[in-house]
């Protein structure tokens, strides 16, 4: 069952790096020594806010007298883009990461928290004829993994307190964590271009839903799944704001001086 879903995975993630780079074949035929005028390669970065149900988590941590988590993640994501140089549909690579924090109401001295780390490739699809303007549907597949963190703190709360007890232990933490999980994202998004010396760069929004496996928390390190584990999943709306650069030998100095002031935005 994982080699069948590690095939459709490998299968779906050429898909979407393939479809925005498949016009290139249409184009006039270039020479070699002219490759890095046709490709542009890129620097993305993004800040992401994302719901995500935990209700059955929750009712298990507050079973436990342990803080339940908010039904929130807020996360922040690097990676690389790429796109032909008369097109402005591009791929994109990122290595994201949310973190999901328990509400601060509760008790300050037990702690719960989840970090979620994903990889994916999201395939951008420009349906707007603008040189400034790009208003893309997108489709992207990643895979994730959740680490589950529980903390208490037993030895009281001061510093000379910690000190006098040496022979104990301060703190006692739980780990858990799931396999991996394969999820697909779809969406709609906006940027905008600006021009600048030798580069190009684009700020935009883009608002989607996640849909992700379901898997079971188990003992972290281990292989051990624990048998009335509550099922997690990355299911949830994603909001996005985005940052992406693109180096461009092409632009001249007076080039980048014509979107002078912000009145030139919406131009």
Known sequence: MKRKTLLWVLTSLTVVLYMPLQG????PEVTLTDTTRVWRTGFYMGLHAQTI???????????????????????????????HRDQNS????????????????NDNLRESRVNYWELSVTGNYDVIPSQKWLVYPYLGFGVGLSFLRVSEVISGTSFQGSLNNLNTADLEIKQYMTDAMVNGTAGVGVERRFVFPGTLGFIGISGGYKISEREDWQLRGTSYTLDDSPNFRANGWVFELRFRFEYDPTIKPEQAREPQGLFKLFQ
Do not use: H, I
Not at 24 to 27: A, D, H, K, M, T
Not at 54 to 82: E, I, K, R, W, Y
Not at 90 to 105: G, I, K, M
């Open 90 to 105: 591009y791929s994109r690579s990122q290595l994201t990461y949310f973190t999901l924090l328990d509400n601060l109401e």
């Open 24 to 27: 290139y074949s249409q184009l």
């Open 53 to 83: 149900d935990v209700d059955n988590l929750n009712a298990m941590l507050q079973q436990a007298n342990q803080p339940t988590l908010l039904p929130d993640m807020a996360g922040a994501a690097l990676g690389f883009t790429m796109r």
